[in-house]
């Protein structure tokens, strides 16, 4: 079976290995690494959280819907206090899928900078994760 993780991973490792960004990709780079972050972090849900209520299966549901990186770390900090991850650096992709790739009031060309924050963001995150599930099999 296919997972968050498997096809997050493969969208990583095409955004890790564009040997020549240009400025015409900024966006998709940006918008694809908050996409890559959101599935990683749905993948732990996925495996970890423990929805054995009907509150906390409600809340599970509405996670794994939600297109917001912001929700899945503060939910996961809230239901996985030993997950391990550089909030404030994956935090900084939220947002991009939906500003970078349609039009709207908030709606703007990325820049350098933000090609920057998205592959420090991504990188954290798929580290974060891959640590995250190493260590579990091994316990």
């Given at each position: 079976m296919n997972t968050y993780?498997?096809?997050?991973?493969?969208?990583?490792?095409?955004?890790?290995?564009?040997?020549?960004?240009q400025p015409y990709s900024y966006n998709s780079i940006c918008a694809?690494?908050?996409?890559?972050?959101?599935?990683?972090?749905?993948?732990i849900v996925e495996l970890f959280v423990n929805a054995n209520t009907d509150s906390s299966a409600i809340a599970y549901a509405d996670i794994l819907?939600?297109?917001?990186?912001k929700r899945l770390l503060d939910y996961l900090e809230a239901e996985l206090p030993d997950f391990d991850i550089n909030y404030d650096t994956v935090v900084r992709v939220n947002g991009y899928y939906f500003?970078?790739?349609?039009?709207?009031?908030n709606s703007y060309f990325a820049k350098r900078r933000d090609v920057d924050i998205s592959l420090a963001a991504v990188r954290s995150c798929v580290a974060s994760v891959t640590e995250y599930i190493n260590q579990r099999e091994e316990s």
């Open positions: 993780y498997d096809y997050a991973y493969n969208s990583y490792l095409h955004l890790i290995n564009m040997k020549d960004i694809e690494s908050q996409s890559v972050c959101e599935r990683m972090l749905k993948y819907r939600t297109h917001s990186v500003e970078v790739r349609y039009p709207s009031e």
